[in-house]
T-cell receptor, first 110, second 115 residues
Framework: DAKTTQPNSMESNEEEPVHLPCNHSTISGTDYIHWYRQLPSQGPEYVIHGLTSNVNNRMASLAIAEDRKSSTLILHRATLRDAAVYYCSRIQGGSEKLVFGKGTKLTVNP | DTEVTQTPKHLVMGMTNKKSLKCEQHMGHRAMYWYKQKAKKPPELMFVYSYEKLSINESVPSRFSPECPNSSLLNLHLHALQPEDSALYLC??????????????FGQGTRLTVV
């Protein structure tokens, strides 16, 4: 049980920003928020993770609400290659138990 | 080398067969994972090895038997499987350091069909 809630699907246009929400209202103080994505016919791929502060890397940004009960994965300019299922997970600090939620299927329109 | 290599890529086995899935990584990661994924569903965690010891077993039936012979290798031994065990089996690895878990790297998976 990933204890996260995500929309089943979202749609975006190419080169536009995409905001993928995740609800984790029962998160504890030591839980990290992780995002993975899975492209068709591939294994999941790490995207980003954070604890309290907003995080940026070359793939995306992670915005974490001040109360940490929700977070948003931001793809700044969606490309067709970003079409995938995006999974939001919470992992207790120091734990290796990575459990996936149901995920959001992102469709990117040309 | 940031690859997790799984073999075979495809496997068809009968319900009375014994087979093994193999996973290998050379990133020095000390946590290794097996997941099962059915079509259009998220990966389900099965087992986790940490420092070559089984640390998590998500109540997986005994017809699935994991083994971690060394820090680079992970096997999943299969025996007397059922058709509903047909799925994509994914292996992953991650670093463990200072009590913190880091990003997991996944293999491409083994597509298993039980006939």
């Amino acid at each position: 049980d990933a204890k996260t809630t995500q929309p089943n699907s979202m749609e975006s246009n190419e080169e536009e920003p995409v905001h993928l929400p995740c609800n984790h209202s029962t998160i504890s103080g030591t839980d990290y928020i992780h995002w993975y994505r899975q492209l068709p016919s591939q294994g999941p791929e790490y995207v980003i993770h954070g604890l309290t502060s907003n995080v940026n890397n070359r793939m995306a940004s992670l915005a974490i609400a001040e109360d940490r009960k929700s977070s948003t994965l931001i793809l700044h300019r969606a490309t067709l290659r970003d079409a995938a299922v995006y999974y939001c997970s919470r992992i207790q600090g120091g734990s290796e138990k990575l459990v996936f939620g149901k995920g959001t299927k992102l469709t990117v329109n040309p | 080398d940031t690859e997790v290599t799984q073999t075979p890529k495809h496997l068809v086995m009968g319900m009375t067969n014994k087979k093994s899935l193999k996973c290998e990584q050379h990133m020095g990661h000390r946590a290794m994972y097996w997941y099962k994924q059915k079509a259009k569903k998220p990966p389900e965690l099965m087992f986790v090895y940490s420092y070559e010891k089984l640390s998590i077993n998500e109540s997986v039936p005994s017809r699935f038997s994991p083994e971690c012979p060394n820090s680079s290798l992970l096997n999943l031994h299969l025996h007397a499987l059922q058709p509903e065990d047909s799925a994509l089996y994914l292996c992953a690895s991650s670093q463990v350091g200072q009590g913190l878990y880091t990003e997991a790297f996944f293999g491409q998976g083994t597509r298993l069909t039980v006939v």
